[in-house]
Structures are given as C-alpha cells and as structure tokens.
C-alpha cells in the first residue's frame, strides 16, 4: 500500500510539515527510471526518490544521497531555487504533488504500469515529464471528488463519508489488502449489516492508521496500514516517513534476493536436467554399440572366409562362430573382401574410441547433474542464503552467474563430430537432420562450409575466427572429413566444396540435409580422417 491513497494521504502532511521551506538544491537521474530531488533549509538537506520503472514504482526517502560522477543527468532546470509550499495527495488517487510557493508544482504519479513524474514551472506552463513516452500525462489533473451520502445520522461528516460503501464492492482505493483483512475476519460469511460495520471500522482504521506494517504475504515484501500475514516491522501511525524509509530499501533488496534465487534455480534446475538427459542419450548409445555385431567381429568372419567369397559377390553366407549361428555380410561387388575388411578394422578402432568417449561423457554428465541437485538442495537448507549478501557470496564461491547463458556448450557437448586442427574447430554432421541443425542454426556467415561433391555425405564447417584466415591444411584436413564421411569415402580422389556458410541456402520444402550452394571453389583430396591416429591414443 505504499502508492495506495491511504497511504499517501498520511505521508502527504508529514512531507509538508518536514519540507516547508526547503529549496531544491539539485534534481537529475542516473540510474534508468529513477528521479532524484534533492532539498535544503541551508543547515539540512532532504532527498525525494522516485523509483518510476513499472515494476516497483516507490517513492524514496533516503536520509543521505551520494551523487555519482559519471552517468548523470540534470533534469527539469526550471525547478532549481524553487521553494516548497505544501505536499498533497489527490483524492482517491495514487498521486502526490509537491506544491512550490511560486505556483510550480511537481507531480508523482504512481501508478503501477505507468508510473512518471510531471513539472509545471506554473499552473498552465506546459507540462515536462519524466517519461516522455507518456504523452498523456501533460494533461494529468485531480479527478473531482464524488459526493457521498451518510446512512448514520450520530457519525461525523468523515466518518459519513465512508459509511455508504459497506456493500460487497469496496471503494477503488482500498487495493488487494483491506479486501484480504476483512475476509481474513469473516467478511464473506456474516450478514450484510455485520459486513456493513467491517467495512466502516476498517476504513476507519486506514484514514486514521494506527501502525504501518512492514509485511510479508505471498513472497512480497509489502507496506500496509492493516496487520496482514507476517509481520516484519511496525512503525507508529505518526511516523509515515520513518515507515516509508524502512520499506523501500528492504522491499527492494528482498525483490532482487527473490529475483536473483529464481534465476539460480532456473539455471541449476535446468543444468542438472540438460546433464540427466546428455548422460541418459549417451548410456543408450552405449547399450547399442555394445549389443550390436561389432565392425572387428564381421571383419573377423571375412577374412576368415575369405576362400569362401567369389569375385564380384555381393554378399555371404557364413557360420558365426561368435554365436554359432549362420549370418549374411553384405559386400560390395566392386571391391576386394579384404579391403571391406580393412575398412571395418578402422571403423572398429573408432567405435572403441567412441565407447570411451561415451562412457567419459556419461560420468562427466552424471557428475554435473548430481552437482546441480546438491546446489538445489543447498538453497533450501542453508539459512544464510535467506539474505542477498548470503546468495552472492554463496553464488561466487560456487562460481555461479544466473546472467550466464546456460545454453552455452563446450565444443566437446556439441551434437556432432568435433575436431581440433591448428587451433580451429572443424564440426561435422551425424545424419541429415543433423547436418541440418549444423549449417542452419550452429554455423555463422563466415564460417567456412564443405561437402563432398555431388554425393550424399556430411556437412563440415570449419569455425570462424576473427582477424584469422583458415589456413589450407586446414581446409585440406576438413575436405579430407567431407569425403570421409560421404558416399565417396572409397574413392581415390574425392572433389570437395569449399564455401563461406552465407553462400549456403535451404529452399523451401528441401529434404533434410538438403541444400543450394551459389558460390564454391573445389578441392581435391583423399578421403580419410587426418585425426585418426591422434585420437587413437590413449
């Protein structure tokens, strides 16, 4: 309720009877949506600031204000020198004027989606505003007050005026907390003349508050003339400015404690999910390379046979005597068993390669994923994380920033193929769907973008990087991958594209992996993985 009428209208005579005769001494903003009066008698000083972002529109009043050097901007020059006359609030409104013994008046407007601050140098000078955006506000005035009828004739006129609203319909100003309190004591169950009376004490109460209480009610910090939820603090009904001083730091410090706890927990929450399903991809590939027929074991049963396989056969039949069971290794006619064989030799050597990057990845994964849960749990029972100092300290210890992007992986994460040449990353599809997600979403313009030429095969990208050309090793080596892993890979000699990724385009309804190149230099080169025997060892 520190923008409710109620409020405003307690705060409005304490302001007027503190300020009366001070001057203003300077008026700037230097951080966004925020506007900074500063006042003095000569011997005193007093500070007016006005927090006029939509989120938390509050008006502050620090005891001191240290103004920075840099980033600081003086704002309506007009107001300098001027003194201060009265502090008003409008009539059931969420708006207080500072009126100035010249006829200048200075308004703050508190509203929650569109808070601003307007300046008149006089009644009908045109008016400056805060936020320029809000053209409306230049033609911002009190609304006219609304006669009331008494329905007690032994009540005070200000008592009568507040007695006709005891239907279920509250008057505007009372906002969400008066409503709360009074179906908190059994509003919505008594009769309507015992209704009648609650509503009658309780707007008693507000226009003549005994406390102000600094609450806690539903994760919000929040001022209030009722005692509602947990009460954190209770200053006297005399004493609004005192009230006013304590809440809008501590609602402030606690609204970027809750804001910073939610994003550690987004961010821990989906690091320990991204973590679970990364091990959980890796131990199902694991589980298939590991109950599938291995390249060696067929290699194996190749040479075995090799008296067995005519020239030019396209296939074989032959006992496995792994399992003792017949089984038919397709061939291809065009080339000689033992270079098949040799061939899945070398596929063999990679896949064991794969299995311990897997199961490397999988520990790694899991190790992640159980980190981030003991964080989680961190959160919810260390007390002193119930602070903001606390959390940061924590945080930093932790080396954790909920403004890091957790969606960032290291090369070694990325969805594809990855290799290391000369200090540049070279990336390499998995499937058609793969190859898509590589070019279209992980590569930028200038990264350079290969394929084996004319034949269904990888898409390569060597990662751009800045002030750096590509030297041609590296191109060579990254050619060398497209024809590898192509249709081409058995060729001697395989033709590879070569092109910046901006001259790489899908059209429309393509099938995936499907693309048009429109600008390209070839290369020639011998199908092969130039890393190989670098990531052979152990």
């Known amino acids: 309720m520190h923008t409710n009428y109620y409020y405003l209208r307690q705060l409005a005579p304490a302001l007027t009877e503190g300020l009366r005769g001070y001057r203003v001494a300077a008026c ?6 925020e506007l900074v009066v500063g006042l003095t008698n000569g011997t005193a000083e007093f500070w007016l600031k006005a927090q006029l972002g939509a989120n938390f529109p509050a008006l502050a009043l620090p005891e001191t204000f240290q103004r920075a050097r840099a980033n600081s901007v003086d704002l309506f020059p007009d107001l300098l020198g001027e003194q201060v006359e009265s502090v008003a609030a409008w009539p059931q409104d969420r708006v207080l004027q500072v009126n100035f013994r010249s006829g200048a008046r200075l308004v703050f407007k508190l509203y929650g989606p569109r808070p601003n601050a307007i300046f008149r140098s006089a009644p009908d000078a045109p008016a400056q505003l805060f936020q320029q955006k809000l053209l409306a506000d230049a033609d911002l005035r009190p609304q006219p007050t609304t006669p009331t009828t008494p329905t007690k004739s032994d009540e005070s006129d200000e008592s009568d005026k507040s007695a006709v609203q005891t239907s279920v319909k509250l008057p505007p100003p009372l906002a969400d907390l008066p409503l709360r309190y009074l179906r908190a004591h059994g509003y919505d169950e008594a009769a309507p003349d015992a209704r009648a009376r609650q509503v009658n004490q309780v707007l008693a109460q507000l226009e003549k508050p005994a406390h102000y209480y600094i609450i806690q009610l539903d994760g919000r910090t929040r001022l209030s003339l009722l005692p509602l939820g947990e009460v954190l603090e209770t200053f006297a009904g005399d004493d609004s400015i005192a009230a006013l001083r304590r809440f809008v730091p501590m609602a402030l410090g ?6 910073e706890t939610h994003q550690l927990r987004q961010m821990l929450t989906r690091r320990a999910d991204e973590a679970g399903t990364a091990a959980a991809h890796a ?4 589980h298939a390379l590991a109950h599938e027929a291995g390249y060696r074991n067929t290699a194996d049963l190749i040479m075995a046979n090799l008296h067995a396989i005519a020239p030019g056969a396209a296939q074989v039949e032959v006992i496995d005597f792994y399992t003792n069971e017949p089984r038919v290794i397709k061939l291809k006619p065009r080339e000689k068993p033992q270079r ?4 899945l030799y070398r596929k063999a050597k990679n896949q064991q390669i794969e299995e311990r990057e897997l199961t490397e990845r999988i520990a790694r994964r899991e190790a992640e994923a159980f980190t981030a849960l003991e964080r989680l749990e961190e959160m919810d029972n260390q007390p002193a994380l119930a602070e903001l100092r606390g959390l940061r300290v924590w945080r930093k210890q932790h080396g954790l920033d909920p403004t890091a992007n957790a969606n960032t992986k290291v090369p070694g994460e990325l969805p594809f193929k990855v290799f290391e040449d000369r200090g540049f990353t070279i990336l390499v599809g998995r499937s058609a769907e793969n190859n898509d997600l590589l070019t279209q979403k992980y590569a930028h313009k200038d990264d350079l973008w290969l394929h084996a030429k004319d034949v269904a095969g990888s898409h390569v990208v060597i990662r751009h990087r800045a002030g750096q050309t590509v030297p041609e090793p590296v191109v060579e080596h990254a050619a060398m991958l497209a024809g590898w892993y192509s249709k081409r890979q058995n060729d001697t000699l395989c033709p590879v594209t070569v092109t910046p990724k901006k001259f790489v385009r899908k059209p429309r309804g393509a099938r995936p992996g499907q693309v048009i190149v429109e600008r390209e230099r070839v290369v020639l080169v011998k ?11 152990p």
Do not use: M, V
């Open 28 to 33: 700037f903003t230097q951080e966004k949506d």
């Open 254 to 259: 606690r609204r970027a404690l809750e804001t």
């Open 283 to 286: 131990r199902r590939r694991l």
């Open 340 to 343: 098949t064989a040799e061939n």
């Open 527 to 537: 199908p092969g993985n130039p890393f190989e025997r670098e990531h052979s060892q």
